[in-house]
């Protein structure tokens, strides 16, 4: 019996070659460096090393919390947030530096509260700031005048949306509920990236979140201890009949001239035809 022969194996491809580098002259790109992170902790916590506590601001080695001496930054000074020239520039003039940060309950997410830095490179960064302290003022109030005009543009555009959407509703009304959910730095659906494109969802949600607190007695079924969605569900039906009524364009005021009641038309006629004269009606 004649062995069959096997078919000859299938040739694989070639992986390809990897190009080769190509010469520069530019420097490779410097590592980016990461600051230590410090915690505003929450709950009372001591340090896992030298169990002093209960501690102000701490930060985690393996997992445990450690104090600022036994983490080699007990040297440092804090500088809250708030000043954004000055703690840029104190973190250039310190060699080590950390964030401070604390957790937020509410929005779920740690937020920064400052930096840890060297007291002499505080200094020196207080000194730099001083001396340009009134150029960056006019910068500041030349930013800020800019930043009122493109508000002032906005709360318009956002009014005039209101507007078409609810043709009923008054003019003083709508530039309220404007200015309200469109306020800088507040965080409402007047700020957020639908309602600086005026999209409908986001005009309508403000609308009815004003009429909600103006129209209803909503914030009186709050106070009384009402949980927040069922004082919602109570007032769902009245916020719907003043929306309901926004969307019906206001009729405009009747121009026609006033009409005289036909008796008193009949007597004046009755006057001027027995004594002449004309009564004024």
Same mark, same amino acid.
């Given at each position: 019996m004649t062995r069959a022969t096997p078919p000859p194996p299938r040739a694989t491809p070639p992986l390809p070659r990897a190009a080769p580098p190509q010469a520069t002259h530019a420097s490779p790109a410097p590592a980016v460096a990461r600051s230590p992170l410090v915690f505003q902790p929450v709950k009372r916590k001591r340090c896992g090393a030298c169990r002093r506590g209960p501690l102000g601001l701490l930060t985690l080695e393996g997992g445990q919390p450690r104090c600022l001496d036994c983490a080699d930054l007990g040297h440092l000074v804090f500088l809250p947030r708030g000043d954004t020239? %000055?703690?840029?520039?104190?973190?250039? #003039?310190?060699? %080590?530096? $950390? +964030?401070?940060?604390?957790?937020?309950?509410?929005? @779920?997410?740690?937020?920064?509260?400052?930096v840890l830095v #060297? #007291?002499?490179?505080?200094?020196?960064?207080? /000194?730099?700031? %001083?001396?340009?302290? #009134?150029?960056r003022a006019?910068?500041?109030?030349?930013?800020?005048?800019?930043?009122?005009?493109?508000?002032?543009?906005? +709360?318009?555009?956002?009014a005039a949306?209101?507007? &078409?959407?609810f043709p009923g509703c008054p003019e003083g009304r709508a530039a309220a509920i404007a200015a309200h959910a469109g306020a800088r730095g507040s965080g409402r659906v007047g700020r957020s990236a639908a309602g600086r494109a005026l999209s409908?969802?986001?005009?309508?949600?403000? +609308?009815?979140?004003a009429v909600r607190h103006v129209d209803t007695p909503?914030?009186?079924? %709050?106070?009384?201890?009402?949980?927040? &969605?069922? /004082?919602?569900?109570?007032? !769902?039906?009245?916020? /719907?009949a003043?929306?309901?009524?926004?969307?019906?364009?206001?009729p405009a005021p009747s121009t $026609?001239?006033?009409?005289?009641?036909?008796?008193? !038309?009949?007597?004046?006629?009755?006057? !001027? /035809?027995?004594? @002449?004269?004309v009564r004024s009606m």
């Open positions: 020239a %000055l703690t840029r520039r104190a973190r250039e #003039e310190s060699a %080590l530096s $950390a +964030v401070v940060v604390r957790f937020h309950r509410r929005r @779920g997410r740690y937020e920064r509260q400052g #060297e #007291e002499q490179a505080l200094a020196r960064a207080e /000194a730099r700031c %001083l001396a340009d302290a #009134e150029a006019r910068r500041r109030a030349r930013d800020a005048a800019r930043r009122a005009a493109q508000d002032a543009v906005f +709360v318009a555009e956002f949306r209101i507007r &078409r959407l409908e969802g986001a005009v309508a949600a403000a +609308v009815r979140a909503y914030d009186r079924l %709050l106070m009384e201890g009402v949980p927040r &969605r069922e /004082a919602r569900s109570r007032v !769902t039906g009245a916020v /719907a003043v929306l309901d009524g926004w969307q019906r364009p206001t $026609a001239p006033a009409t005289l009641d036909s008796s008193t !038309t009949l007597t004046a006629l009755h006057e !001027t /035809a027995t004594t @002449g004269t």
